[in-house]
């Protein structure tokens, strides 16, 4: 069992960065793969980024690709996600995930099983 809490959102302005974390309970979190998702108002929950459980692999999706950076660290049982160049199109309430690395594509919500309870970015044009 693992328990995730979410941290770190807020209202920035165009153009701002922020961090997001994402503590996680229990020894084995090292063990699992991790995910940053998002949704916003009246949208589906998309895919961000994820990580591997070493943290030696990592993707993204394209509408972030090349602003957001995922990374962990396994001694404090955390996952970031940095977020630097933030558009509006960000705003949204993002997610993180973990899960057991599988066949199944880290970008698709069945591949994780458990999910914190969301923090607010909204980012102000």
């Known amino acids: 069992q693992v328990q995730l809490v979410e941290s770190g959102g807020g209202l920035v302005q165009a153009g701002d960065s922020l961090r997001l974390s994402c503590a996680g309970s229990?020894?084995?979190?090292?063990?699992?793969?991790m995910g940053w998702f998002r949704q916003a108002p009246g949208k589906e929950r998309e895919f961000v980024a994820r990580?591997?459980?070493?943290?030696?692999?990592?993707s993204y999706a394209d509408p972030v690709k090349g602003r957001f950076t995922i990374s962990r660290d396994n001694v404090k049982n955390t996952v970031y996600l940095q977020m630097n160049s933030l558009k509006p199109e960000d705003t949204a309430v993002y997610y993180c995930?973990?899960?057991?690395?599988?066949?199944?594509?880290?970008?698709?919500?069945?591949?994780?099983?458990?999910w914190g309870q969301g923090t607010q970015v909204t980012v102000s044009s």
């Open positions: 995930a973990a899960g057991p690395t599988t066949g199944l594509s880290p970008r698709v919500e069945i591949a994780y099983n458990y």
């Open positions: 229990g020894r084995t979190f090292s063990t699992y793969r």
């Open positions: 990580i591997s459980s070493s943290g030696g692999t990592t």
